[in-house]
């Protein structure tokens, strides 16, 4: 692991400028949104640069919302990373206020009124003997399958489910969660984005997990970090110290790529050498000025979700243990909910406890927003976790959009013909929406990272042909 530019940039004792002034000559670069893809950026930048962020604060969707005394993030934002770099990285940076626990993450069944834990497909255990029984057979079938050749590769989401896991785990849940947070058929995705996102348990943990109770196992729980002050914006705020200071309120409105000038929102015009953007393909696209008809077009194509936060306080200190709570079923608002008190007790007043619902919503399926709150605590009371004479305190209701990127099937060619013509222009772009992947923070850091090494090297390769 390369923790030296880490230690580089930590503990020089750096104070926040207007702007870092160049190490290397007067080349200039530009980030276009403090996230924290354009903050790691700036950390990792070895050259001038100078960072703009069209709201009051930096964080980006890692921002979080204070109000009566609660803290709520854009999304319950749950930290983890099997990046080596990106877990010392954000280790150091939040110090003190680093804290790791072990999860609470469980699936609401309400047609049989059951908890059982997540990930389904290794806890069946608790479940209805019937749809147990249908799950195993199920898997088993998929197993068969494979081994005797008679599963071809998988053409989309929906396919690679069924080869992956068989009928009856597709039926119950895959399929009908996949169709809540996503709001189109998995039919129509693709499944480059498993990776790490979808647990793949061996038949042998199936079993194990269909026989026994799961949630007694100790070491089971996989762990996560969260911040024990703040909420979630403590992870961008602890980069302020180590980058230039964000040049807040500035929303970029036009790019010319061929004079390499960006106009704001109050009328100025900065010129630069290289542009770092970590603003959402499509946004970046429209400010360009004179973007080829097939790149504009391939922007038009970008699929996404939105996602409304549901927030609220309730008078009752610990309404549960758990830290979230996964619905699938139709009939429940929301695909997730979550309970920050839980992540951290600071982020909730005493004798309370909070609530995010996360609903999703887009272009393909529209939502309706009246009367939030009261749905989630209607189904919150069908679980038991309310109990109908609770009362609510403080309400905050937002939309974040785009949330979710959606892996359509035209993704990887639309975002490989967006992505290689603005790297010709000088223009790299990066972070959860300007690669437009399903990006948490850590890969958005890294991306932030993998940009300033872009520039890095350009910047090296200019001195030394000028030297
Ligand atoms: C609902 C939800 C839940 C999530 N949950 C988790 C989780 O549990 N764990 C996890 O690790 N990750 C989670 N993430 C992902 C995480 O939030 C992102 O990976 C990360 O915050 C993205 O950082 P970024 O800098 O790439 O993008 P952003 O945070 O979007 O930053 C882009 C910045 O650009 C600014 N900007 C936009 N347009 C302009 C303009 N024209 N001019 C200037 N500035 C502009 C924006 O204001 C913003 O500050 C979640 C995301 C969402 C939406």
Known sequence: MDTQAINLKLDTDMTPNDSVESQHGNTRTMILGAGLAGLSAGLHLTSGYDLYEKEARAGGCAKSIYTEGFAFDHGPHILYSVDPYATQLIKRLLN???????????????????FTKFPFQANLHGLPVSIVKECIMGVMEAIRKKEQGDAQAPKNYEEWIYQTFGEGIAKHLMIPYSEKIWTISPKLMNYEWI???VPTPSLDQI????????SQLVG??????YPLDDGIEALPKSFLPHVAKPKTQMRATRISHKKKVVEFSDGSRQNYDFLISTLALPTVVKLIEDAP??????????????????NFGVNREKITNQHWLYFYEPDFYGHRVSFPMNLSPNTTPKGKSSVTCEVAYSKHRKLNRENAVERVVEDLIKTGIMNPDDTVCAENVKG???????????????TTIIREWLQEQDIYS???????????????IMSGKRAAEWVNARVAANNEWAS
């Open 220 to 225: 089971f729980n996989n762990e996560f970090w």
């Open 195 to 197: 990776g790490r996102r």
């Open 430 to 444: 990066c972070g959860r929406f300007g690669e437009w992947e399903y990006y948490n923070m850590d890969h958005s």
């Open 96 to 114: 003190d206020n680093f804290h790791a626990q072990g999860r609470e993450a469980w699936i609401y069944h309400a047609s049989t009124d059951v």
């Open 293 to 310: 008809s097939y790149v504009v077009q391939a922007a038009d194509e970008l699929e996404y979700n939105s996602i409304l936060c549901v």
């Open 400 to 414: 974040i959009t785009p949330a979710y990127i959606i892996y359509d099937l035209n993704h990887k060619k639309n």
């Open 207 to 214: 079993l194990e997990g269909a026989l026994k109770d799961s």
